[in-house]
């Protein structure tokens, strides 16, 4: 199914349907919001103008013509209306042919099938008569009249008059957003650095000694001796910040902090040096304004600390042995050729990346256009859609989030959802000029990479997929992903 992106305002999404008079969808530039389909949202929302029991009104010859609430604020510059009028002879026509088919089949008690009176089919189904009618008086309309436009609307419209009643004109009138007209004449022109991928014998070096950290060993001092400068003091603490009594203390029961190291904290190893196990201290001690740690950066903080023991970290020498025990390595040699390749590999990507950025940011700032507000509200709740999960993957639970100022958070994602559409849409731009195209074994190696991450069966996961119309969404991001590919090429 279809869904439009969560609004505030009423902004009404549509209905899945599977009539066959349905709009025909115009292509969409955005294609993670479904193309205009103003006679679905017209019923709905007449539906909700009229929200009351039917079965003891008549509304024949009443006028339903009231003012609707509008949705979010549409962008003025990418905004364009479109009204639609029906006479009100095919209005009446379409209205007995739907009722009639309402009374053919109805079922209601104390009357035999095809036997209700017409006056009670309308009574009992007047919602649902009005929107059989809309959606099989507007379709064919509306589409048309977006085609002759001459322009391609994208995001949800907004219905802001609406007439429908038996025996009147049909009268709607909606606006919606589309994607201004811009060249990207002269691309080929924008061209941003391009750092080396070479690895160099440093990045290389660093590499063996993290590899080297990571297999360090750690073993406890039996020695009744003082702390010094190279041990590891294992420390039970608790502090206080600060100007901050009332808030909960700082306080761990098992770290492991090296003396003197370039992670620790001078303050630290200035207390801790000389001290034995099981001896108790005060320290206090001032955090850089850039710790790693927000709630303690720039803040003092009065540690009681105890020691509970001295450590001794050993780090492994690089022999073949050691290559050995890391995997199937027949020397030193092989693990070094093996991390080269790592390094290169991981280099690469990680320039392409920062390239790619670089010239995303230097189209954005030549080619100035119009962006639809839609989709940049789409992209916002994209954006904070991956936010949240990275938020519940590191343990965040449902009670944390709906704490989340999510006004200020959507309000901090603005400049880069639109940054993101203007991108996407200058990509989908240049992929025309240069013919980039997405072939359907391209598409289904995807869904099939795809299916294997989500532990699906291909042909579930490509009928999901087919249905919720994602398809050709994930299409359109693969061409775009190509034609950037293509640029970074060049530089």
């Known amino acids: ?231 590891w003091a294992e420390i039970k603490y608790k502090g206080v910040i600060e100007g901050e009594a009332d808030a909960n203390p700082v306080e761990g029961e098992s770290a492991l902090l090296e003396i003197g190291g370039k992670d620790t904290v001078e303050a630290f190893s200035k207390a801790l040096t000389g001290t034995k196990v099981g001896q108790e201290i005060k320290a206090e001690v001032t955090y850089p304004a850039d710790y790693v740690a927000p709630n303690l950066a720039g803040k003092t903080v009065s540690y009681e600390i105890e020691v509970k023991a001295i450590k001794k970290r050993t780090v492994p020498e690089l022999t073949d042995e050691f290559a050995k025990e890391l995997g199937d390595f027949e020397n030193l040699a092989a693990l070094e050729a093996r991390i080269s390749e790592h390094l290169e590999s991981r280099k690469k990507q990680s320039v392409e990346h920062e390239v790619k950025d670089k010239l995303a940011a230097a189209l954005t700032e030549k080619f100035v256009f119009a962006v639809p507000e839609s989709l940049v509200q789409a992209k916002i709740d994209e954006r904070l859609e991956r936010g949240l999960r990275a938020l519940a993957q590191q343990g965040m639970g449902t009670e944390q989030m709906r704490k989340l100022d999510f006004t200020r958070l959507r309000a901090a994602q603005r400049d880069g959802a639109v940054a993101e559409v203007k991108t996407d849409l200058i990509l989908d731009r240049i992929a025309s000029e240069e013919a980039v195209a997405v072939t359907d074994e391209e598409l289904d190696r995807e869904v099939q990479i795809a299916a294997l991450q989500s532990r699906e069966p291909v042909e579930t996961l490509h009928a999901r997929l087919e249905q919720e119309g994602r398809l050709e969404s994930i299409r359109q991001q693969m061409r775009r992903e190509k034609t950037a590919h293509l640029l970074y090429e060049r530089m």
Request: glycine share 6%; proline share 7%; aromatic share 4%.
């Open 1 to 231: 199914m279809r869904r439009a992106p969560r609004r505030e305002g009423k902004t009404l999404s549509p209905r899945k349907t599977t009539k066959k008079s349905e709009v025909a969808p115009v292509e969409p530039v955005e294609t993670t919001q479904a193309p205009a389909s103003v006679e679905e949202q017209a019923a709905e929302q007449h539906v909700h103008d009229h929200d009351h029991d039917h079965a003891g009104h008549d509304h024949e010859g009443h006028n339903h013509d009231h003012g609707h609430e509008h949705g979010p604020v549409l962008n003025p510059d990418c905004t364009r209306e479109l009204v639609l009028d029906v006479p009100a002879d095919e209005v009446a026509k379409t209205f007995r042919q739907i009722t009639s088919e309402y009374r053919k089949f109805a079922r209601i008690p104390g009357f035999r099938p095809g036997k209700v009176p017409e006056t009670v089919i309308k009574r009992r189904f007047a919602n649902e008569i009005r929107k059989d009618a809309i959606d099989r008086l507007l379709p064919e309309r509306f589409n048309k009249a977006v085609i002759d436009l001459g322009i391609k609307p994208v995001g949800q419209p907004q219905v802001t008059e609406l007439t429908v009643d038996e025996g009147e004109p049909l009268h709607v009138k909606a606006v919606f957003e589309f994607v201004p007209e811009f060249s990207v004449s002269g691309y080929t022109e924008v061209k941003v650095e391009k750092p080396s991928i070479e690895v160099t014998e440093e990045e290389f070096q660093q590499e063996l000694e993290q590899l080297r950290d990571s297999r360090a060993t750690v073993e406890t001092v039996d020695s009744d001796r003082k702390i010094k400068k190279g041990d």
